[in-house]
């Protein structure tokens, strides 16, 4: 999430209910024009946390001139769809993130 903060303006953006962190969502930060990473306090899912943070990034990715977004890696392909109109786009799995992800102790293939 560093890179999120370095940049000018930053692209992360962050719930907080007091002084509880409820999640984060950043952009640009796997590559430009990628949406995430992002994540929701499991005591905050399911209260629209994680669809407003995913939508104010969306927006500001959207004034900062980006025609659209990828989400790279994506988890709950079905909340994507639903909270911004996601597709999946055909045979885009691993994509950039082959090769990422080196085994360290020969358990993962």
Request: aromatic share 10%; net charge neutral; glycine share 16%.
């Amino acid at each position: 999430m560093g890179a999120a903060f370095s940049r000018q303006p930053a692209s992360i953006f962050i719930a907080q209910e007091g002084n509880t962190l409820l999640g984060f969502a950043c952009y640009d930060v796997t590559a430009r024009g990628f949406f995430g990473p992002t994540g929701v306090s499991e005591a905050a899912r399911g209260k629209k946390v994680g669809a407003a943070l995913l939508l104010a990034a969306l927006h500001d990715m959207l004034a900062q001139g980006y025609g659209y977004a990828a989400i790279g890696g994506v988890g709950p392909a079905e909340f994507y769809s639903k909270v911004a109109g996601a597709v999946i786009i055909p045979d885009s799995s691993p994509g950039m993130y082959a090769g990422m992800l080196r085994p360290e102790h020969g358990d993962i293939p």
